[in-house]
């Protein structure tokens, strides 16, 4: 089968499938481009380190059979509870390999893995108070207290607690 | 073999085995020559010999004592010996004489053979004073004839006068030469024991006139070796002959420089008027600076190798400086009351390479400080140098901004001031001053510096209170020499020299103007590695609206409280949640919410709070109140909580769910 170089950031270079690497919209369209049509063909993808891109390729590998996803539909309701259990265990990593494969998903434009990494990342929001979250991402509180006070609205206990 | 072939010699043998308890002890001035005892075994002729110990050769030295012969003059006589095994030893005075016939071994005849020659006797049959042995060498021609004659000659009172030469480079192996320097070998003890009679003649002498150099005293370590060209040293005996001569070579050469150790030591304690000036060195590594006698501290100024600027210097440039003090005296714990004065800038100035230019002025005795002081002007070249350096001079400091300079002190030191002078800039004195470790007065010291702060210099707690009315570096060194502080320092107002307290390693702190901009870069890299990251809000606009849509209105709310940016986010994209009620149809989209009134707006995920019932007002006269919380104010916030719903109108699968609901009934 014919394969195609993925060369990392850090210079490394990763041997793939077509039909797999193909996967990628970016790297399909540059397959398809009128450049790329010499027998070696790899290519570099900015942002995609050495520890990453074997993950993508794995990711990709094991969905090279699944139907391409469906298009965004702004009426459908979006939800987070189907992540498949594969991707689930795949993606139990640290967030700053969660959000490098959020980011090399977003350049190879890999719809179904930047999908399941967004729900995975939502998922780790949901339920949380904002301290919570600003604890969970170091995010620091810049909110003076009378714009925290206008910005709350209703006490979230309450919230809870009308649950 | 006849009988009469050989002369009849008279052995003289302590005691079968002899040992040093029964020897004399011979006086400094007179040295014997080694003699091995060996065994002459008999031959098959049958003749009578004396077979005595085979000692190696390398126990000549010290067993040549032992078998040296007493004098018969001598009032020391030697204990009576058990007799002899031999029938023909005839008892005399305690020692055994033995007549007996000595053979030469047959085989190699450089093997060695050693034996022993008595003097002949004169015509009366008493000894000659000077009857001792004399070992053959198998590295000399000696034949028994020249062995005789040598010993009819020598003289051993007068030997000690004689034997001051130094290593022969031609061997004296005539027949008229005094066998000594060939042939005798003086024992490492006996060297030493000279050369410190010597050294303590010497010292008394010295000691008395006051002047005398002991070095006019002292003389060359005596080193008697003996070589003969004539036979080629081929057998092991003669290698092992040359090898402890050369270990009497090193021994002497050893005892040379014992001496002049010494002799260096004392001259410090016996002339303290030495120039000053003759101290200051100037070398190419700190290990080359010698030792420094009693009382005297030493400073050695080096470029740190931190600094880059040391990469570059030529390679001919001396990369420390050594700077000592504190010479006179002699009485240990005494403080140096000199003042030192250095132009560091010799370091790392690449125009001024004259080493004449390096100020070593002499010593001055400083009336305010106490202790070492120096001086090290690193931004600028000295102000006493030559005016046609000025030049240079300004180039100079075009180029040295600062640099970084390491210094160790040795020695027992106090208190160390070191100023920093730079007269270019018209700036008052800068003053470092530091106490050496001191229980009494080391505070603080186990306290560590804070992280990041390792190579910056700690300002003190008490400088303000200190220093803050000081101004000049000469008042502040009154202050610090007056009041004793740890540690206290002047600032100039522009200067990056901060001050320095409790500073577990004061040289260094104390000399580091600044840090290198390598290191902050590193620094700060390592700590952004460090620190946890902000994975969030690295993230493209796009793909943050794309998580947060997956968020019900609950987490919308929570992240909108959460900081700023996901405030902003939010609002400018107008993040709906997954369970929002806002109709967002363009015929429906400014319908207000039906609960609360209130009207839709972008990014709103705010929670709505009515009251579903209405509110009860009376007549003027009567109660009002919500229906439903029974609450009498009318601005009171919903008891209801919610999400807002602007679909007035209901959706066709409810209105249809209860037009069946109804028809069941």
């Known amino acids: 089968m014919p394969t195609i170089k993925l060369q990392s950031s850090d210079g490394e270079m990763f041997e793939v499938d077509v039909e797999i690497a193909k996967q990628s919209v970016t790297i399909k369209t540059m397959l398809e481009g009128k450049w790329y049509t010499g027998v070696d063909r790899w290519v570099t993808p900015p942002n995609v380190s050495s520890l990453i891109c074997p993950q993508v390729i794995q990711w990709c590998t094991h969905h090279k059979d699944d139907p391409p996803p469906p298009e965004d539909d702004e009426n459908k309701e979006k939800r987070t509870d189907d992540i498949p259990v594969w991707d689930q265990e795949f993606l139990k990593v640290d967030q700053g390999t969660l959000f490098e494969l959020i980011l090399a998903a977003n350049y190879l434009d890999i719809k179904g893995l930047l999908d399941v990494t967004c729900k995975t990342v939502a998922n780790m929001i949901k339920g949380k108070t904002p301290e919570e979250i600003r604890k969970t991402f170091n995010i620091k509180n810049d909110f003076t207290e009378e714009e925290e006070a206008q910005v709350k609205q209703v006490p979230f206990t309450l919230w809870h607690k009308k649950k | ?665």
Not at chain 2, 120 to 149: E, L, Y
């Open chain 2, 1 to 665: 073999m006849n009988r009469d072939t050989f002369s009849h010699i008279r052995l003289w043998c302590p005691r079968p085995f002899g040992t040093y308890s029964q020897n004399k002890p011979y006086s400094n001035g007179t040295i014997c020559n080694g003699t091995a005892a060996t065994h002459c075994k008999a031959d098959d002729s049958g003749l009578t010999t004396l077979e005595t110990h085979g000692v190696s050769e390398e126990q000549d030295e010290n067993v040549g004592m032992e078998n040296t012969p007493p004098d018969a003059s001598s009032t020391l006589l030697a204990p009576p010996l058990p007799a002899s095994p031999s029938p023909n030893s005839q008892m005399e005075d305690g020692r055994v004489l033995l007549d007996t016939w000595y053979v030469i071994k047959p085989g190699n005849t450089k093997e060695k053979i050693a034996f022993f020659v008595a003097h002949q006797c004169n015509g009366a049959g008493i000894p000659r004073p000077s009857a001792m042995k004399v070992k053959g060498n198998w590295a000399t021609d000696c034949t028994k004839a020249k062995r005789r004659r040598r010993c009819s000659s020598y003289d051993p009172p007068t030997r000690a006068q004689n034997v001051v030469v130094d290593v022969p480079s031609e061997s004296n192996s005539t027949e008229d030469g005094v066998g000594v320097s060939e042939t005798d070998l003086l024992s490492v003890a006996e060297m030493v024991a000279l050369v410190e009679q010597r050294t303590a003649l010497a010292l008394q002498g010295m000691v008395a006139q006051g002047q005398t150099s002991p070095y006019t005293v002292l003389q060359k370590p005596v080193v008697i070796v003996s070589e003969s060209p004539s036979s080629a040293p081929s057998s092991q005996s003669d290698f092992d002959l040359l090898q402890q001569q050369q270990e009497s070579q090193r021994v002497a050469q050893a005892v040379a420089q014992f001496e002049s150790r010494q002799q260096n030591l004392d001259s410090t304690t016996l002339w303290p008027e030495l120039n000053e000036r003759d101290r200051i060195h100037t070398g190419d590594s700190v290990g080359g600076a010698p030792s420094h006698g009693r009382g005297e501290v030493r400073i050695a100024f080096r470029v740190s190798s931190l600094d880059p600027r040391t990469q570059s210097e030529p390679v001919g440039r001396p990369k420390c400086m050594f700077m000592s003090c504190g010479v006179g005296g002699g009485q240990a714990g005494t403080r140096s009351k000199e003042k030192i004065t250095c132009d560091l800038y010799q370091l790392v100035s690449p125009s001024s390479r004259d080493p004449g230019a390096l100020l070593a002025s002499s010593p001055k005795a400083d009336p305010l400080g106490e202790g070492i002081t120096d001086r090290p002007s690193s931004t600028t070249p000295d102000p006493n140098q030559d005016p046609a350096s000025g030049e240079k001079a300004a180039v100079a400091r075009e180029l040295v901004t600062g640099f970084h300079v390491e210094v160790v002190v040795t020695g027992a030191v106090d208190q160390c001031v070191f100023y920093g002078k730079d007269s270019t800039e018209n700036v008052q004195e800068e003053t470092v001053c530091f106490a050496m470790p001191n229980g009494a007065n080391l505070t603080d010291a186990s306290e560590d510096p804070p992280p990041g702060q390792l190579f910056f210099l700690q300002s003190p707690a008490t400088e303000d209170e200190s220093c803050s009315a000081v101004n000049s570096g000469i008042r502040s060194l009154d202050y610090a020499n007056n009041n004793g502080p740890v540690g206290t320092t002047v600032e100039r107002p522009d200067s990056p020299l901060t001050t320095v307290d409790d500073c577990s390693d004061p040289p260094l702190c104390c000399l580091y103007r600044h840090v290198s901009h390598d290191f902050l870069e590193i620094r700060f890299q390592i700590q952004r590695l460090l620190e946890p990251r902000q994975y969030m809000l690295s993230l493209p606009d796009h793909i943050m609206v794309n998580i947060f849509s997956y968020l019900p209105t609950h987490s919308l709310a929570a992240l909108k409280c959460t900081c700023h940016d996901f405030k902003t986010l939010i609002e400018t994209y107008g993040v709906r949640a997954t369970d929002s009620r806002w109709n967002q149809d363009p015929l429906y989209r400014d319908d207000p919410c039906k609960q609360c009134k209130r009207q839709y707006e972008r990014g709103d995920v705010s929670l709505c709070r009515w009251h579903p019932k209405p509110y009860h007002h009376d007549l003027p006269y009567g109660r009002s109140y919500w229906m439903c919380c029974r609450r009498t104010d009318k601005d009171t916030p919903g008891c209801r909580v919610g999400l807002h719903d602007n679909n007035w109108v209901q959706p066709c699968e409810l209105v249809q769910a209860r037009a069946k609901r109804d028809d069941g009934r």
